[in-house]
């Protein structure tokens, strides 16, 4: 069976510090891979999405950045944190081969910014 | 463009009631609808989704959604609620056609709870 799994699970950073985030798939090949954003407990917002090694897609310009160095492996990045950067982020994985899969989520990164 | 609204922020209902949580969509081509619920600071579960077929889907602890493609409609829905439901739920949608394949449109979700 499939899992993802995300870590940290929670962590408060300094405004100007920089962040990464991992994602890590298992029981599977070539997923698509995606980071969400959930700010105050509602709705998602679609970060990144990568449906292949080096391959990233930005939805949303800011000051965060994504790399899949490896098929089932998605980092989230920043250089230096602001403080609109906290929320949940949460990864996802869908199976590669069409549209109508279903995407799979990891528990999620609580990030506070301070 | 795709587009999901989930027009109520918060569903209360008793246990042993029916319930009811709205979804309407917007899509160019074909929709693929989704209901995934989150409990308080996890991950989404998948509940049920629609790609094609028999327009009343069943899905994952009783929940069924109903496909309405005149009223643009996925109301996800359950015939008595219990008190473990009570969560977030969110409404997705996907546009079979063109370069949003692959990626999904979330709603905002509604927060269900459920008294005893």
């Known amino acids: 069976s499939q899992t993802i799994h995300q870590w940290p699970a929670t962590l408060v950073q300094p405004v100007g510090s920089p962040l990464s985030l991992e994602c890590t798939v298992e029981?599977?090949?070539?997923?698509?891979l995606y980071w969400y954003r959930q700010a105050a407990g509602r709705g998602l917002q679609l970060l990144f999405y990568?449906?292949?090694?080096?391959?990233i897609s930005s939805e949303v310009p800011q000051n965060l950045s994504a790399s899949r160095p490896q098929d089932r492996q998605f980092i989230l990045s920043s250089k230096k944190l602001l403080l609109s950067d906290s929320g949940f982020y949460l990864c996802?994985?869908?199976?590669?081969?069409?549209?109508?899969?279903?995407?799979?989520f990891g528990p999620g990164t609580r990030l506070t910014v301070l | 463009a795709q587009s999901v609204a989930q027009p109520e922020d918060q569903v209360n209902v008793a246990e042993g009631n029916p319930l009811t949580v709205k979804c309407t969509y917007s899509v160019s081509g074909n929709p693929y609808l989704f209901w995934y619920v989150q409990y308080p600071n996890r991950g989404l579960q998948f509940l049920l989704k629609?790609?094609?077929?028999?327009?009343l889907v069943k899905g994952s602890y009783g929940f069924e959604a109903e496909f309405n493609k005149s009223q643009t409609s996925f109301h996800l829905k359950k015939p008595s609620a219990l008190v473990s439901d009570s969560a977030l739920y969110f409404c997705a949608v996907r546009d079979g056609r063109g370069t949003n394949a692959g990626k999904s449109t979330f709603g905002d979700g509604t927060t269900l709870t459920v008294k005893p």
């Open positions: 990568s449906v292949g090694i080096g391959q």
């Open positions: 996802a994985w869908s199976p590669r081969q069409g549209v109508t899969d279903t995407q799979y």
């Open positions: 029981g599977t090949s070539n997923p698509n």
């Open positions: 629609y790609i094609t077929g028999d327009n």
